[in-house]
């Protein structure tokens, strides 16, 4: 996803936090939204990911950990697939390529969420925005005592 990340709305939010893109290596998938639309003509679907995120090479208990957890919404979401979402979903990561699409006659992100443990999925999409990006205290595993 060299670079690609620039073309996300707001992806300074998450600059700032961890200092670079991160990979979502590990990353949970907390919870996911889908709506119809943006309530406006003419528009497509939506689909709103919230993530668990840390710093993977520091350890659980350590606070320079950073854990956080962060919204993203996708805009205009088509070929969505969807498999799998469990009482975990960690994820192995979260990969992001641009592309141009002769029906749109304009860029688009495809987006792959690949599987650790759970949730797998795939789609395309106009826009993608990072929503929020806050710290989180998880309230199971290791690091919560």
Known sequence: M???YKGIVGHEKLLER???WPSFHDAEVISVRLERDRGEPLTGPVLTFVFHLF????????PARDNTVTSICFREVESLRLFDFNH???ISGLAIATSYCQKLS????SVEIKPGFGLS????CTQI?????????PKWGAWST
Request: net charge negative; proline share 9%.
């Open 18 to 20: 961890f200092g670079h």
């Open 121 to 124: 999925c795939s789609f395309s």
């Open 55 to 62: 710093r993977i090479e520091v350890a659980p208990d350590d």
């Open 106 to 109: 304009g860029p688009i992100f």
């Open 2 to 4: 060299e670079q690609t």
């Open 129 to 137: 925005e990072v929503l929020s990006v806050e710290p989180y205290k």
């Open 88 to 90: 975990q979903n960690a």
